[in-house]
């Protein structure tokens, strides 16, 4: 296969020949515009040829973006589920003496479905330029204990009041959710991982994602789904503490704060009734899921005049095994 620099090679001595006929039959030419686009089209192509080898320094300095070195690691780079090859201008608009827009093609993990993209080549600061549609691409936490994990070697601790950003290089990276909870998931069937291209010029909705990842051209917004088997869990060891309750009275340390506040000494345990509030469930931020249940209590015929609420948070060990914690 001719590398991409060979191409963009044969481009430039190809123009300087047959300008018209490349027009007609290369998106090397000036296939829509206001002038010639050879100029642009070579360096994208350059530009392709590096990401392809794993050159990450090179390609990002023919960009106008400032990458953060942690992005620039070759090993990082590397890591990522896919590099882009067989990249290929499909359309330009523009000038080379002003700035180009560029379609560019370029396959990621599947041949028969290439990746698209949009470009800009501009002047900067005497140079021509590579950037697109966003410098960044942002993680956002909507409700979440884990941490998102960039091909296996980047994390980011899921923040409830701000955003990690990431700029990344085009490929196609994998994504990871990790719980140290283990409570919760980014989708019903147990997923956690998925893949990310990037830039996209729109988040692709036919595309694989969890169903607690949002996914848009430029943040991935990340509601993990606490399972039902842990709120389950977590209500039968909450049911034996109130029940543990009446055994001691109403006035033991199984009891909530609320009931041993009120402080009336039980006088018939068989009289005693523990009604579900509506306003509990699991609450989940960084590291940390918590669940409280509440009820109204009833005992010896007085309602008592605060609901009992027990909160703790939980936590699922390797074995499955859920724990309710105080």
Not at 99 to 112: G, N
Request: proline share 7%.
């Amino acid at each position: 296969m001719t590398s991409l620099r060979l191409r963009a090679t044969r481009t430039l001595a190809l123009s300087t020949l047959a300008v018209v006929a490349l027009a007609g039959c290369s998106p090397s030419g000036n296939v829509t515009g206001d002038g010639d686009t050879t100029e642009s089209v070579a360096l994208l192509e350059e530009f392709f040829g590096h990401l392809e080898a794993g050159e990450t320094t090179d390609a990002a300095a023919m960009t106008s973006i400032d990458f953060p070195a942690e992005f620039l690691d070759e090993d990082f780079y590397a890591a990522s589920a896919a590099l882009p090859s067989d990249a290929k201008v499909v359309k330009t608009k523009g000038s080379d003496k002003y700035t180009v827009t560029a379609t560019v093609e370029f396959v990621l993990d599947d041949p028969e479905n290439p990746a698209s993209a949009t470009f800009q080549v501009k002047n900067d600061d005497g140079e021509r330029t590579i950037s697109w549609r966003d410098e960044k691409f942002s993680i956002i936490n909507v409700a979440s204990p884990g941490r998102i994990v960039v091909n296996g070697e980047l994390d980011y601790a899921m923040q409830p009041d701000d955003a990690h950003d990431l700029y990344l290089l085009p490929a196609l990276y994998d994504i990871g959710y990790d719980d140290p909870t283990g409570t919760t998931q980014l989708d019903d069937d147990g997923t956690n991982e998925f893949t990310l291209p990037w830039p996209m010029d729109d988040a692709d909705p036919a595309s694989d994602f969890p169903s607690n990842a949002t996914v848009t051209h430029w943040n991935l917004s990340v509601s993990a789904w606490v399972e039902p088997d842990v709120i389950e869990a977590a209500d039968a060891q909450i049911d034996a503490l109130t029940d543990a309750c009446v055994a001691e009275g109403m006035a033991g340390p199984s009891c909530p704060p609320q009931v041993l506040a009120y402080g009336k000494p039980l006088v018939d345990p068989s009289t005693v009734e523990w009604f579900r509030t509506p306003a509990t469930g699991p609450v989940v931020s960084d590291g940390r899921v918590e669940y409280s249940k509440g009820f109204t209590v009833r005992a010896d015929g007085v309602t008592y005049p605060e609901p009992a609420v027990y909160t703790g948070t939980l936590t699922k060990d390797a074995d499955g095994t859920m724990t309710f914690t105080r």
